[in-house]
């Protein structure tokens, strides 16, 4: 079955670069997302990448895509401290002929130390 | 639009009652998501609906989890009875149509005693 992996916590300074990685299973994947959850909310789109592209940049956002080893990462440029919550990678995979189930990854805690 | 509505935001309730949570998607959306979060498992798929359909429940845990879509502007998950291991916060999001964004409520945090 589809699997999404990401490592747990991450700790940056502020100012610095951070880039939280994930790995998929499914190589049928169309999208990839990557979504932020902030504390007491719901999830919200930060970004996404058609499979066919191996890169997008969208302001301080850059993602990353390597198909062939079916890794995803986001890079946030110049991090705040309002950047500290739980990041998601997410794919999108078939089911039934219809590109609709989003399997999401455990999620990384950005920690943005001041 | 008001986003994604879900109710209770909090519940707490005992071993062996019944709950329900409810959800009502985003009007105009046709695809509506059922999640469930923990620290341990992080975000698990419990069951999605395309047009009021359900299309695929495997990631409901047992017999005990049931969910409805009666029509396009309402969706309920019921535990019965509920155990101390379902304590979770649900999510309900809705989408568009695929693979268009996807939008969260904020949210019922059960906690079963």
């Known amino acids: 079955g589809e699997d999404v992996e990401q490592s747990l916590f991450l700790s940056v300074r502020e100012g610095d670069s951070s880039v939280i990685n994930c790995t998929y299973t499914d190589s049928s994947s169309t999208y990839l997302y990557w979504y932020k959850q902030e504390p007491g909310a719901g999830l919200q789109l930060l970004t996404y990448i058609f499979s066919n592209m191996d890169m997008k940049q969208d302001q301080r956002l850059t993602v990353l895509l390597n198909k062939k080893d079916k890794h995803l990462s986001l890079r946030i440029a110049d991090t705040q401290t309002g950047d500290s919550a739980i990041y998601f990678c997410a794919e999108s995979s078939r089911y039934g002929g219809a590109t609709n189930k989003l399997i999401f990854g455990t999620g990384t805690l950005l920690a943005v130390q001041p | 639009d008001a986003g994604v509505i879900q109710s209770p935001r909090h519940e707490v309730t005992e071993m062996g009652q019944e709950v329900t949570l409810r959800c009502k998607p985003i009007s105009g959306h046709n695809s509506l998501f059922w999640y469930r979060q923990t620290m341990m498992r992080g975000l698990e798929l419990l069951i999605y609906?395309?047009?009021?359909?359900?299309?695929?429940d495997s990631g409901m845990p047992e017999d005990r989890f049931s969910a409805k879509m009666p029509n396009a502007s309402f969706s309920t998950l019921k535990i019965q009875p509920s155990e101390p291991r379902d304590s979770a916060v649900y999510f309900c999001?809705?989408?568009?149509?695929?693979?268009?964004?996807?939008?969260f409520g904020e949210g019922s945090r059960l906690t079963v005693l």
């Open positions: 999001a809705s989408r568009e149509g695929a693979p268009g964004e996807l939008f």
């Open positions: 609906f395309n047009n009021n359909v359900p299309i695929d």
